[in-house]
């Protein structure tokens, strides 16, 4: 199972570095009820997502360990 959560963190950093995400969005796309998959708590609780207020908005932003992960991934992908 963590294997399953790792890759859904991977891909909630990607679609929140897609784009400016709110709050609200972020949440109603990545919360979950199942206690095995805790994607949005994990990546918000290792510091890999943060909120910041912007124009009056609740943004989420990937932060720098983040970016560190994906590029992490992506340079494992590119090296198969």
Known sequence: MADTVESLILDLLEWVALR??????????????CPRLPVWEDANDRGLVAAERHDGRLLIRVTSAGFDMLQRQRSRVAAR
């Open 20 to 33: 400016e995400r709110t709050y609200q969005e972020t949440i109603d796309a990545w919360r979950t009820s």
